[in-house]
């Protein structure tokens, strides 16, 4: 009894965070109780009962089959179920008359061939990918629908009474679902897909922005020490961006099939969201390489690590703090690029700090350990960190172009340019000034994005041997 | 009308292709063609339909509805089937007993209370993850067949017969269904996953023992470089293992259903396989960050790149080797430890070099030019290298530990240990030379395992600034 008692605590519990988590869940489900009772209508009132007659369990099933957790998804289902319906049921009629030509005898044969190629060919068309992301619901049920006709043709002469009753309950309960599910807080693929992709963005600047306090915090003093222990949950954040894909694939799906709702429009760029996602993803790669450095500790810092500090935590913060400035602008729908260009200049900045600092540091300390593998764990992370600076650029690009295409509210003075120009827009001070000092030949300019560029010109010129492209 | 020709032959090669690169599919095809055309039987065939009536049409439904590519997907979709159709159709029975007893007019209003209540909490239900992974049709299933149950049986009083009827076309659509499934060339969801996650070690292991050559290639001769560029596909694999998580997930769940096939049986620790597969993924993002280094060629390679090719390349193809020597292991079904140890070992025994190779850099060349900037990136790819030791050691447990529990053939005079003790196995030479120098105080032996641990011996001990655990 006992036993009993504590499992359905644990069930209770259960169902309580479930729907803490996500209290649409609950609304969804009363949803779709709703739509159900509704469409039993069919049965019990006489007089609709007797217009549609056992046809009306049709609607049953589409209800049950055909309502989904997002608009999206239920409308892509609805619509699915209606085109190969009557795809289906065309062709089904086709079919039967040719088979009526037949005879008696030929007639079950020559539906059986029919049945058999058709089933087989749509079946196969569910392997193209492109069938498979947006149809595969419709050819399923155009196999259904078509095998029915036929077969029913064979045996009723009522069948077109029959085909009026069922397709008209068919869209008496598609009708029922999808007011229900647009009017009744609604659960929007797109939204869900938009803030999707932003908190993955925000995740990925939480982790950057914390990384620096993290990982130099024995050279802090304890205050920091102990805040940063209370919290390290955003130390697990950028985990659930690595396998984000398949979900955002198919709310982007979901999405194309909306209308209007908030401030996306019916022809939003969905598309670019999955590009977004992409450089995401790419971001929270370079991160899971920085989490493997991050437990390693050495009881006292070397010279080396006490050197490069400064840059490497500016660096870090810095980019953590352009994503968030991303994650902030898709957030309100506005014009990314004045304040994440601020960040991202000033992590650019800081990589030219950085590499100042190595240059000069077997200068300036030849008495460190005579060894380079003392330095290595520190000298990959801060690598990671000026690899990182390219993803969040990149990051940078995709989300300005998101806010040209989707239409974003510029900031007032803010120009609206078709492709960004990243590294010329004037007014943004840190980066300028390094371009400046190049000039005098004192300072670094890394051009990052050329690194993986082929035809970069390091290939071509004369530069040294550094792992970076300098401008001499 | 060129046009037309044109788009006909895009398609027709489109097909081809499909077809060629899994020519599972077109027999899938076919198989779903014929049990149709079987089910189709059930109306054709006057005997069957005097017995079956109308409610043939439920086995047509059933064969569309549940015959999946895989066996396992079948399965599961035919037993969810079954059971949420029994289960609803006796928790329908019961609701209509209960309405009966409440007379004439309250029988709408309860049986609506029935459905609204039981649609709510079934569709809740289903946002559980445990349900949603496993039992997510069985509970649509449910949901549909109640409701159609109870509100049946409103209006039929020949509603036993009825049900008889459906269930038992229902059961024989299902038998058709699976054993034209598993009889006529199964494609199995366990075999699927068992060389998803084979090639996908495959594909690892081929971009490591290339990663060398590629990434020095510029030191190498010249007939070298023109083998490499003849065929880069290898550098492209790893990126399927990136995104993989979805699909073994799905291919996991199906293959429980699944009864013994090949050298799986029913029994098989599938879920070790997920176990393995994100331990791939760990190893796929360790080259992730290796590949952003390989377009970055200086014209002439530093003094240090020279120091560190040997070990490093050393460290990569073994790595690879050990990766694809698992490969092998998997695809034969054998124990992995002999051949794959051996190459883990020299890999572990690379590092050794490699850092003393790294110790005595400064040493040697004191005229190296004087700043750190130069060597970072070599710097970086050799600690990602030896990074990713970590993980082909992660790679080489989980699959011996897969061996020994699906048993897989021992190699004679091997002993299957529960747990594998990497590194005690006395046989295996390069190791154990580590081991035996680094008594002697001279070699550095590092326990790549630890550098994860929160409780590692660095933390505690009195070991040096090094990135690296070093025992003195």
């Known amino acids: 009894m006992e036993i009993v008692k504590n499992k359905a605590m644990e069930v209770a519990m259960k169902v309580k965070k479930l729907g803490q988590d996500d209290p649409r869940r609950i609304i969804h489900s009363i949803k779709v109780g709703v739509?159900?009772?509704?469409?039993?209508l069919f049965y019990y009132w006489r007089p609709l009962y007797d217009g549609f007659g056992a046809s009306g369990i049709w609607a049953v099933i589409t209800v049950v089959v055909i309502f989904e957790f997002t608009v999206g998804a239920t409308l892509s289902k609805g619509f699915n179920r209606g085109l190969g319906t009557l795809l289906a049921g065309g062709l089904g009629v086709g079919v039967d008359y040719l088979a009526n030509l037949s005879g008696q005898k030929g007639e079950p044969f020559v539906l059986g061939v029919f049945v058999f190629l058709i089933a087989t060919s749509a079946t196969f068309s569910r392997f193209f990918p492109g069938i498979k992301a947006r149809y595969d619901y419709g050819v399923l049920i155009f196999i259904l629908?078509?095998?029915?006709?036929?077969?029913?043709?064979?045996r009723f002469d009522e069948f077109l009474t029959m085909a009026y009753q069922r397709l008209s309950t068919i869209v008496a309960g598609g009708a029922i679902c999808i007011i229900i599910c647009i009017v009744v807080c609604p659960v929007w693929a797109g939204e869900t897909l938009h803030n999707l992709v932003t908190s993955n963005l925000d995740k990925l600047g939480d982790y950057l922005e914390g990384f620096g306090g993290e990982y130099f915090y024995c050279c802090d003093d304890e205050e920091q020490v102990t805040s940063i222990?209370?919290?390290?949950?955003?130390?697990?954040?950028?985990?659930?961006?690595l396998n984000s894909k398949s979900m955002e694939d198919s709310m982007a799906n979901f999405a194309r099939w909306?209308?209007?709702?908030?401030?996306f429009s019916f022809r939003h760029p969905w598309?670019?969201?999955l590009k977004i996602g992409s450089y995401a993803r790419q971001c929270a790669?370079?991160?899971?390489?920085?989490?493997?450095?991050?437990?390693?500790?050495?009881?006292?810092?070397?010279?080396?690590?006490?050197i490069i500090q400064l840059p490497c935590n500016t660096l870090s913060s810095q980019s953590g703090k352009a994503l968030k400035a991303l994650a902030t602008a898709m957030k309100t729908m506005s014009d990314p690029s004045p304040t994440s260009q601020v960040h991202l200049n000033a992590a650019k900045s800081a990589i030219n700090d950085l590499k100042n600092c190595l240059k000069s540091a077997t200068t300036q300390t030849p008495d460190e350990p005579s060894n380079l593998l003392a330095i290595i764990p520190d000298a990959t992370v801060a690598s990671i960190l000026i690899e990182m600076v390219k993803s969040v650029e990149d990051l940078c690009e995709a989300v300005s172009e998101l806010s040209v295409k989707a239409h974003f509210k510029r900031v007032e003075g803010s120009v609206?340019?078709?492709k960004p120009q990243l590294l010329h827009r004037g007014a943004i001070k840190p980066f300028v000034e390094a371009e400046g000092e190049d000039e005098n030949g004192h300072h670094v300019v890394i051009t990052v994005r050329e690194i993986e560029n082929e035809d970069s010109p390091q290939k071509k010129g004369s530069s040294d041997t550094n792992g970076f492209v300098n401008k001499k």
Do not use: C
């Open 35 to 40: 739509a159900l009772t509704l469409v039993s």
């Open 145 to 154: 629908t078509f095998s029915m006709v036929s077969v029913s043709a064979y």
């Open 229 to 241: 222990e209370k919290d390290k949950s955003f130390l697990q954040g950028y985990k659930a961006v």
């Open 258 to 263: 909306e209308p209007k709702h908030g401030n």
């Open 271 to 273: 598309k670019h969201y």
């Open 285 to 306: 790669y370079h991160i899971q390489a920085l989490n493997t450095h991050l437990n390693f500790q050495p009881p006292n810092p070397s010279q080396f690590r006490t």
């Open 416 to 418: 609206a340019v078709e």
